[in-house]
């Protein structure tokens, strides 16, 4: 009969979290769908401000219109459904964040409250910041460069002779420019929270500054191949996005040096940090003469 009661009562928190569960990714697609329609509803003007780096690039290029055209008969409704997806998810991530928080929360002491707060904040800040970067900094240096392989064509008139010259022009997909784009900014904005993921696991211990260094070459690798897959084949994309995050990367471990000493100070002040420990340990004595 015991056995049977615990069983009941170990059951009913699981199913309290589950329900809690529930109702908080109810409020989370509900947020994404409310910001989905709105952004479907002023898709033109998003679209607008998506295409402003080409128009820029392609005005320096003596360019004046910079029209994309609709290969599919389709293509139009698909890009207002990309734009509307990307901007929902935008609109209802600070609502999306919330509601994690509102789940995990009753779970944390008032310590870990603390520390896992700013990080909650710092996320999307971080995301916004390097989807900034991209749109403001990389996209208008990855169109300039790309719209550089065009060429004007030549026309043979009837006194002279000769062969002409095909022209290279660019009439670009509307579909395909922004998928490009979205690319480089969720790219960009993803890449951008390596500090926060790297500083968050430090605050866990499960990554050290020491740690971090240790493998710094084998994420020089890990950052050069990561460029060249989430960047066109182009040298100058490739460069700032290695150089953008290995900086990140030296920040991560920076601050996740800074938790360490933070975590150490605090448990010295507690009494539990003993500087002298390792050396007054037979064992370890033993292991340095060795």
Known sequence: ?????????????????????????????????????????????????????????????????????????????????????????????????????????????????????????????MFFLGASFAYYVVTPLAFDFFLGFQQAGSVISEETTGSATAGIAFQGSAQEYLSLTIKFIVAFGLCFQLPVLLTLLGKAGLVSAEGLGNVRKYAVVAILILAAIVTPPDVITQVILF??????????????????????????????????EEFDDPLMKEFDED
């Open 1 to 125: 009969m015991s056995n049977t009661d615990d069983l009941e009562s170990s059951s009913a928190p699981l199913i309290e979290h589950l329900a809690e569960l529930r109702t908080r990714l109810i409020y989370s697609v509900s947020a994404f769908i409310v910001g989905m329609i709105i952004c479907f509803t002023v898709w033109n003007p998003i679209f607008n401000f998506l295409t402003q780096p080409l128009c820029s690039a392609m005005a320096l290029k003596g360019h004046s219109d910079c029209g994309l055209i609709l290969i599919k008969l389709q293509e139009g409704f698909f890009v207002a459904i990309s734009i509307s997806l990307m901007g929902g998810l935008i609109l209802s991530f600070p609502f999306i964040a919330y509601q994690m928080w509102r789940f995990v929360a009753p779970g944390l002491y008032k310590s870990e409250k603390g520390a896992f707060l700013p990080f909650l904040i710092a996320s999307p800040f």
């Open 243 to 276: 150089v953008v995050v290995y900086g990140l990367y030296e920040i991560s471990i920076l601050l996740v040096g800074r938790v360490e000493k933070k975590r150490e100070d605090r448990l010295r002040e507690e009494g539990y940090y003993d500087d002298e």
